[in-house]
């Protein structure tokens, strides 16, 4: 059965799923063997389909950012979704009428748009990158991970609370276009920077404290403390 237009998302899932399982195998049968392979061990049933679609993806380049273990896992979870361009803006939905960013009422909502073209995201980036010492401009998200892999590698505080930053942001920009489009709440940037300075504030006090040192915070104002690089 090929895909269809007219397809739930759902069924067209399914049916890319079954081409990828068929792909690496000489037929229907074939196909069948292995899925009853993966699950004979009942426990590693997932584990094993885990592994073999993952192993046919392409090599990313932006999994060394997305997975930073300082980044908390609702803030990875939207800069992965974003890193993949599949986070859900109107550009994506088939049957939305009105494809204009809320936040902005400028330019079609995409995940270019909403997170380096909106002018909430481009304020929001100058305070975060100023306060951060950030010199390098991006204009997508390409570029910031291609920056950040290049220039903003290791594991100092500073870095840490770079990268804390920026994932920080990204998750309250996304969360702000949500309240923005189904509560409509006016987006506040100076909040918002407010928000991605507590986040980074609280990770390096508490990790600092744990590591019986004396918490060095950054100063409100693009100065900082502790850490180097
Ligand atoms: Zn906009």
Known sequence: M????????????LLEIRSKLLEGSSDVGAANMKLIEWFAGAENGVTNAYNFFKGREPEVTWKAMVWRPEIMPKHRFALWMLAQGRLRTKDRMEYEPNKECDMCRKQVESNQHVFFECPVACELWCKVKQWLEIQHDFRSFEELQQIFAEHYKGHTWKMKARHLGISSSIYYIWEARNKCRFHNVVPDVCWLFRKVQIHVFRFVDVAQMMAGRRPQPWQHGGRHAGGQG
């Open 2 to 13: 090929a895909k269809k237009d007219s397809d739930s998302p759902l069924i067209k899932r």
